[in-house]
C-alpha cells in the first residue's frame, strides 16, 4: 500500500460543515465517474470521519488510505483508493447496500389438458 500522503489526488472533496450521511452521499456524487485506481481526498470537520470513512469503504469495496496532512488547522484530510466494482449503495443512504434484483422467474408453460373424447359407439 502507497503511503497516503505521497499520493498526488485525482480529486479533493470538500466535506467540510457536513455530518457522516451528507458527506457520503457528496463523496459518491462526486467519484461516480471516476476510474478505478483514482485516488480522493475528502476534506472534513466531522470528528466521526476516522471511524466513519473506512467502515463506509469496506462496505463498498474503496480502499481506505488514511489520514494524510491537512493544509488547515480546522479540519482533517482522508485519502481512498476507488474500486473497479464498487458494491452500490442505496441513494440516499449511503450506510445500505443497494439489493440486487433478483431475477424474475420465467414463466413456466403447462402443456394444455386434453379434452376427453366420448365414444361413439
Given at each position: 500500500m502507497t503511503a497516503p500522503n505521497s499520493?498526488?489526488?485525482?480529486l479533493t472533496v470538500d466535506g467540510t460543515g457536513l455530518l457522516?450521511?451528507?458527506l457520503l452521499l457528496r463523496l459518491r456524487a462526486q467519484i461516480a465517474d471516476l476510474p478505478s485506481g483514482a485516488v480522493v481526498h475528502i476534506h472534513t470537520t466531522d470528528p466521526a470521519a476516522p471511524l466513519d470513512l473506512?467502515?463506509?469503504?469496506h462496505l463498498t469495496g474503496h480502499e481506505y488510505l488514511g489520514p494524510v496532512p491537512s493544509p488547515a488547522p480546522?479540519?482533517?484530510?482522508?485519502?481512498?483508493?476507488?474500486?473497479s466494482a464498487p458494491v452500490r449503495t442505496r441513494p440516499g443512504r449511503p450506510w445500505h447496500p443497494d439489493p440486487i434484483p433478483t431475477p424474475t422467474p420465467a414463466p413456466t408453460t403447462t402443456p394444455p389438458t386434453p379434452t376427453p373424447v366420448e365414444d361413439a359407439n
Amino acid at each position: 500500500m502507497t503511503a497516503p500522503n505521497s499520493v498526488t489526488p485525482d480529486l479533493t472533496v470538500d466535506g467540510t460543515g457536513l455530518l457522516c450521511v451528507q458527506l457520503l452521499l457528496r463523496l459518491r456524487a462526486q467519484i461516480a465517474d471516476l476510474p478505478s485506481g483514482a485516488v480522493v481526498h475528502i476534506h472534513t470537520t466531522d470528528p466521526a470521519a476516522p471511524l466513519d470513512l473506512p467502515a463506509w469503504c469496506h462496505l463498498t469495496g474503496h480502499e481506505y488510505l488514511g489520514p494524510v496532512p491537512s493544509p488547515a488547522p480546522d479540519r482533517e484530510v482522508y485519502a481512498l483508493r476507488l474500486t473497479s466494482a464498487p458494491v452500490r449503495t442505496r441513494p440516499g443512504r449511503p450506510w445500505h447496500p443497494d439489493p440486487i434484483p433478483t431475477p424474475t422467474p420465467a414463466p413456466t408453460t403447462t402443456p394444455p389438458t386434453p379434452t376427453p373424447v366420448e365414444d361413439a359407439n
